[in-house]
């Protein structure tokens, strides 16, 4: 896992820690030509927006993601049902599509993130990373598809919540909106 960019600026930066998923983005509000500099050379502005490439859930993308991923050709299908029970365990199917005209290889195998989140919380909070099952699917077949079933617990919370999933290190990813019902 790559380690989190620290971003401070001058020699005595004031800092405000953001919580990221692996770590902690310091972003400083002081440098004299207005730019903010992380530890890995990356720029950003003193105002705390940060220049760059950033992922879904707001964790710096890796180096790896930011060059093209073999794995970048596929698309994503989610089926999530529509209404859930606040604090059971979801069940929903991922389909990896493969639009090219040659196979596309799982090897290494890849991870993927998860979340579901209600009102007032961040993705953070309920973000699940795992691996695909590459044994029992080690490509995807030009013009092909797979589906994945898929577990994730539901918030407790009734309301309406906020669904992602994407496939790390790439541009592979969908989500969308459900509805959490009490039991």
Sequence with gaps: MPQPSRFAAGPQPSQANVVVSHGTLDVGAGSRDGRVRSSDG??????????????TFGVPVSSQAQNSSPLDVLTVSIAMPVTLAAGTMASYTVTLHNPASHPVSLSPCPSYAEFIVGPGTSPASGLHRYYLNCQAVAQIPAHGSVTFGMRIPAPATAGQAKFGWALQGTSVEGGGAVTVVAP
């Design 42 to 55: 990356r720029v950003g502005r003193r105002d705390g927006h940060i220049i760059g490439p950033v992922s």
